[in-house]
């Protein structure tokens, strides 16, 4: 467990574990990972010199680590070669050099082009007295991800493989070692500054605006993961709202496992249990339905800010291939330009980093009532120009009535108005005449 604590004082405090992957904190991310050997620490404290990696050999260093020693050979010349380790009799094969390679089928690799994205290492590791040698791959991004999970067996030989074009993070990266000792090293301008031992209680300067401070350490730790109900809440896209979570029960071999999964999470969304025939995935997500028409990912693009701090923009390159509507043909989805196809929607919206390569994530869209959305804004503004076009109307009438005024009598009409007005109080008897006539 880690503290951050800002220049203006605030601190945050957060858990570090290999199985929640890196926290990020602005550009800087944090990582931790676990050595299956103490002597995977050079590698980690001391790496190659990439000034002296590009100078040797453009294709990067691979270092070895078996009974407690390492031995460091440059991967070029290497190539297709047996590498004898020591007088041990045990020899490593590079069998292959991929500079950018991607997933082409179950633990099968192949190399897309010869830009040094994604570099990997074919290896063969040659134990005395077996017939077939052990097969294991060396990422330059995953030092620590091989093919032991997949095919379930502890092959003899660590690896880390270095290359130049695989620069360093800017934040913080821990190291777990067997003896329960933790290491950490700090990446800046794509290099490591510094690099230690660290305890609970210590402080570690990143180089940047902020400080980092090891509260807790736990060589062997269990997270346990507990959801409680919640009241319901409108979806608002925050991925710490409520949502669906449950419970599962698992027999793997006779002994019984609890997870929980939550429902579209990227953290707890999927569940892996290892079991001797394999990996279990448990996922808990939306209802799939089919789309009639096949989108292939051809090509993932991120572009980062100067400094190389942060993404500043990321594209999918994909085909959509059609055959009912007769559209074979390539688009680019980005982050403020969508795919329209149909009636859906594809949306750029984030991407994971994963050994294979960048994993891009699309979000798709489909709103059945979409027609009616749009008919009524258009019922809307009609109604809305019917409203202007008839106060218009009235506005015109009410001038050309208010404009018609009475027409002004002539001297004829007010002569005769003037003397049927005397002969009428000629005619009319007083008052005062008749009370006088009582009298």
């Known amino acids: 467990m880690f503290d951050e604590e800002s220049g203006e004082g605030s601190g945050i405090a957060a858990w570090l574990s290999e199985e929640m992957g890196p926290l990020g904190f602005g550009p800087a991310r944090f990582e ?7 002597t995977l620490v050079e590698d980690f404290l001391r790496p190659p010199s990439q000034e002296k990696e590009k100078e040797s050999d453009s294709a990067g260093v691979l270092s070895m680590h078996y009974q407690g020693r390492m031995t460091r050979v440059p991967v070029g ?3 297709g070669r047996k590498v004898p380790l020591g007088d041990t009799g045990l020899s490593v094969e590079i069998a292959e050099y991929l500079p950018n390679a991607r997933l082409v089928g179950t633990a099968k690799f192949a190399s897309d082009d010869k830009r040094p994205d994604n570099p990997l290492l074919e290896l063969r590791v040659h134990v005395p007295g077996q017939e077939k040698p052990i097969r294991q791959i060396a990422f330059a991004r995953r030092p620590f ?3 032991d999970a997949v095919h379930g067996w502890d092959c003899p030989v660590k690896f880390w493989y270095h290359h130049p074009a695989v620069k360093a993070v800017p934040g913080v990266e821990f190291l777990a070692v067997p003896g329960g000792k933790l290491y950490c090293r700090v990446g800046s301008r794509d290099q490591y500054i510094s690099g230690r031992e660290v305890r609970p209680g210590d402080e570690i300067d990143t180089g940047a605006h902020f400080q980092l401070r090891v509260l807790e350490y736990l060589p062997s730790a269990r997270r346990e993961v507990v959801f409680r109900p919640a009241a319901p809440s409108t979806p608002t896209g925050d991925e710490n709202a409520p949502t669906a979570a ?3 029960e698992v027999d793997v071999e006779g002994t019984l496992e609890q997870v929980w999964v ?3 999470d990227a953290t707890y969304g999927m569940r892996r249990l290892d079991t001797a025939a ?3 995935l448990i996922s808990f997500g939306y209802e799939r339905l089919p789309l009639d028409f096949t989108l292939k990912l051809l090509e993932f693009q991120r572009g980062t800010n100067p400094g190389g701090m942060g993404d500043a923009s990321f594209a999918s390159r994909v085909r959509l291939v059609d055959r009912a509507a007769g559209v074979n043909d390539e688009f680019t989805i980005s982050m403020n330009r969508p795919l329209v ?3 859906y929607v594809f949306y750029q919206s984030s991407f994971q980093e994963q050994a294979g390569g960048d994993v891009s994530i699309l979000t798709v869209a489909y709103d059945p009532g979409r027609t009616l959305k749009y008919l009524g804004s258009l019922l809307t503004c009609l109604g809305i120009l019917v409203m202007i076009c008839k106060r ?5 009438r009410g001038g050309r009535v208010a404009g018609e005024r009475p027409a002004r009598p002539s001297a004829e009409s007010r002569s005769a108005a003037q003397a049927l007005a005397g002969a009428a109080a000629e005619a009319a008897p007083t008052g005062h005449g008749s009370l006088a006539g009582s009298r």
């Open 32 to 38: 931790i990972y676990r050595a299956p050997v103490g």
């Open 77 to 79: 010349p290497n190539v």
């Open 145 to 147: 991800l091989t093919l």
């Open 246 to 248: 449950a419970l599962v």
């Open 262 to 264: 939550k429902q579209n």
């Open 278 to 280: 394999g990996p279990l």
């Open 341 to 343: 196809h149909r009636k």
């Open 392 to 396: 218009v109307t009235l506005g015109r």
